[in-house]
Structures are given as structure tokens and as C-alpha cells.
């Protein structure tokens, strides 16, 4: 599913596939398959779905509940097709490789959308591209991660349809769409993210993934990007696109291996490499994510110049000095943050993109860290100059490449 709630046009990082070896790869792999023993008792249509892997929620992040099965709507495409008007033009929000995503209406309480008694919640509905490789593992996937899993920054899976050959999944609408279209957009009328909005999504998306990494049965997002998180009307944080989620390692072993998915730039350097693939490699791409918060820059960019294309190799040197941390700071942020508090967020990021997993911090331990950093105040000795922003640090005087176009949401 790649970017779900991403943004149409400008240039995508590229999904990894299993020969990749060099950051020029725009290869758009197909999925893994995945079965969690899915069953069709309707040779018409669908009418049940049966799990075949149980995983029970240990020491879970609070907020957070895991059900034995899903709670989910089973929606008619008769269902589907009222609520977003027969799919009409002008409720299409965007498109990719799994297929299309358009905004609906659906009744907030009664089971069908032409019922008149009540009130109607905007809801966006992903619709299956027929000829799409890896929708229907995707598919399966989504029902049986999101379904199941609840939590507050993760996205919250309303409901699905499978009739004939039609897949769908509802979702809530998420109106301020993914974090990547606000990092990077160019649009000079809408306030950029503050400091105080990107440590509040900092730490909301660090709960979500302790919150799956804290089951019995770990839960491996492995696709952590900036795309895949999106925001609500305040601005909250939620993780999207279960895709690519895999169960963690069981019996004593420290991984599972399995074949190589995910994007470019943000996937471990040991799951690219070896398909070894650890709870820690989910810790990984939230480094990056928050490198990427902290700089404004993309993960990967190939307009950069040569040895800055790939945003971590380039950065590692100056997250340890902190004489630099001034200079590699998204310069949209002065004025807005203390030092001591950036300064925190710089070391975290290089414990989270250590090469060995094991030297990476856990999910709970990034959420303690982040949290004692928002909770440093600005005084006139830690904060940063506003300088109206008429000095670019040499770190931004680079051409980013392409931005994202304003619509809020897409798949790839």
C-alpha cells in the first residue's frame, strides 16, 4: 500500500525491493504475501473471515487494547457506492498502487449508510485496484492488524467490504492528512509545523509503535515513514498503513527473516541487507522520522548533492556535535525551541540509527527520553534566535527537490 494518506504528485522515496543495493532503485516492489488464514464460506460474496494466529497484549502501552478478533463493520459495495456517490470524481482523494481513496458519508451509529436515523461521519474508503499485485495480502493484512489493534495514535480501521471482486476498507477521515505533506510542502500560505506541534506528533507515534511492540506476540510495523503518519484536526498523530505489519519473533529467537519490504532511507541497514528483521528495525525508521522533523530535509533526495542524498550518513556527524545542532535545525523553527531540548532529540535520533539493533533504545525508552524534552521550557538562556529566518544554515542552502502538491491524501 506504500503511502496511504500521503499526497498526490511530487517525487516519492522509492519502495525497497529484495536486490536492492543502491539508493538510485525507483523499483516499486510487490508486497509479502500474508495469510492469516482468511477464509470465504460465500462462493457469491463475503460473509465472515476467520484468523489463524491468536497474539494477546502483554505489557501494554496505556490507552491501548487488543481484542481477540476484530470489531469491524461489514459494509455492502451497494454500501460503498451510496456513501461516496458512486465513487464520483469529486470524493476521490487520491491514488497509488493499491488503488483509490475517496472521502464518504457514512451513519455514525446505524449499520447502513442509507439509513435516516443518524448522524453522518466523513470516513475515507480505500478501494482495491482489480489489478493490483499486493492489495488482496495488504488487504488481509490491514483487517487483521488494525482490526484488532486500538490505540490512540493508531488510525482507526472502521470497517471493510469483499463482494465479488471488490475489496474496500473504511477508515476514519483524518483531515490534516500525513506528516510528510506538512514537513515538505511549499506552500507559503499554511503556517509550517511549530516545535511544540512536531514534539507533540514525536511523541504520539513513539506510543503507538511501544504500544505494538509491548504484545506478547511483538507486533513489527515495518514500514515507519513519514507518509504513513497522519494527523487529525488537532493535529494528533496517527500511524497508518498495517500493509507491510508482520508478527514479531517467538521461541527465543531474537528475528524473524523474511523477504525484504519496505521504503528506501527509512528501513534498517540489517533488514536490507540480511532480511533479518527485529522489533528494533521498527525503531530505526523513527529515528529517521525524527530526523526528518528536526532538519525539515527528506530522508532520501537524490538533488542533493553526492554524500547528502541519504539524509542519516549525511547528518550522523553533526548529531554528535553539538556546536553544529544550530546549523542542521529546520530554520522554519527559530524562536521556537531550547537548545537543551534539541540537543536531546539529536542524541535519541543517533541511538535510534545505531547499524547494530541491539544498541538501539526501545520504544518505551524513546517515549521517556522525548517526553522529559517537551517538557523543557524556552528561557533566554537555551532558546534559539528568530532571526525572521533571513539566515538558511548551509545544511538548507541544498535544492530539496520536489515537494508535495496540497491534496491530503493518496497510496502508492
Known amino acids: 500500500m506504500g503511502n496511504f494518506f500521503s499526497c498526490i504528485g511530487g517525487s516519492e522515496t522509492p519502495d525497497l525491493v529484495p536486490e536492492i543495493h543502491t539508493p538510485t532503485s525507483s523499483v516499486i516492489s510487490s508486497r509479502n504475501t500474508f495469510n492469516k488464514g482468511y477464509s470465504d464460506s460465500s462462493s457469491s460474496g463475503f460473509s465472515g473471515v476467520s484468523f489463524g494466529e491468536n497474539f494477546s497484549c502483554g505489557d501494554a502501552s496505556p490507552g491501548g487494547e487488543l481484542l481477540e478478533k476484530p470489531n469491524l463493520r461489514i459494509f455492502s459495495f451497494a454500501e460503498m457506492k451510496s456513501a461516496t456517490k458512486n465513487f464520483k470524481s469529486e470524493t476521490l482523494l487520491g491514488e497509488g498502487g493499491f488503488g483509490r481513496v475517496y472521502k464518504g458519508w457514512i451513519d455514525e451509529k446505524a ?26 495480502e495488504e488487504w488481509q493484512s490491514e483487517v487483521n492488524f488494525l482490526g484488532r489493534l486500538s490505540h490512540p495514535n493508531l488510525v482507526k480501521l472502521l470497517g471493510y467490504c ?4 471488490e475489496l474496500l476498507l473504511v477508515y476514519e477521515y483524518l483531515p490534516k492528512g500525513s506528516l510528510e505533506n506538512h514537513l515538505f ?18 511523541v504520539g507515534v ?5 504500544f505494538l511492540h509491548s504484545s506478547d506476540k511483538q507486533v513489527i510495523y515495518r514500514d515507519f515513514k513519514a507518509s504513513n503518519i497522519l494527523l487529525d484536526v488537532n493535529y494528533d498523530a496517527k500511524i497508518s498503513d498495517f500493509g507491510l ?37 521498527d525503531v ?8 526528518e522533523m528536526l532538519t525539515g530535509l527528506r530522508a532520501v533526495d537524490m538533488n542533493r548533492s553526492k554524500g547528502q542524498q541519504n539524509l542519516v550518513e549525511w547528518m550522523k556527524p553533526s548529531l554528535a556535535n553539538k556546536r553544529k545542532l544550530k546549523e542542521f535545525m529546520d530554520p522554519r523553527l527559530e524562536g521556537q525551541y531550547s537548545l537543551k531540548a534539541a540537543y536531546e532529540l539529536a542524541q535519541l535520533t543517533l541511538k535510534c540509527v545505531r547499524k547494530d539493533p541491539k544498541a538501539r533504545p526501545s520504544m518505551k525508552e524513546a517515549v521517556d527520553v522525548l517526553q522529559k524534552a517537551e517538557a523543557i521550557k524556552l ?23 520536489p515537494r508535495m502538491s496540497m491534496e491530503a491524501y493518496s497510496l502508492s
Open 284 to 291: 530505526y525508521g523513527f529515528g529517521v522520522v525524527l530526523l
Open 162 to 165: 469483499w463482494e465479488e471482486q
Open 111 to 136: 449499520s447502513s449508510v442509507s439509513s435516516k436515523s443518524g448522524i453522518k461521519i466523513a470516513v475515507a474508503i480505500k478501494k482495491l485496484n482489480s489489478e493490483s499485485v499486493q492489495g488482496f
Open 206 to 210: 513513539a506510543r503507538g509503535l511501544a
Open 185 to 202: 510542502r511549499r506552500n507559503t500560505n499554511v503556517e509550517p509545523l511549530s516545535w511544540n506541534r512536531r514534539m507533540s506528533i514525536a
Open 245 to 281: 505489519a508482520k508478527l514479531g519473533p517467538c521461541g527465543g529467537n531474537s528475528h524473524v527473516t523474511t523477504r525484504v519490504m519496505g521504503t528506501f532511507g527509512y528501513a534498517a541497514p540489517e533488514y536490507v541487507a540480511t532480511g533479518h528483521l527485529y522489533v528494533n528495525s
Open 379 to 401: 528561557n533566554k538562556g537555551n532558546r534559539t534566535p528568530n532571526n525572521n529566518h533571513h539566515h538558511r544554515s548551509p545544511y538548507h542552502s541544498q535544492h530539496r527537490g
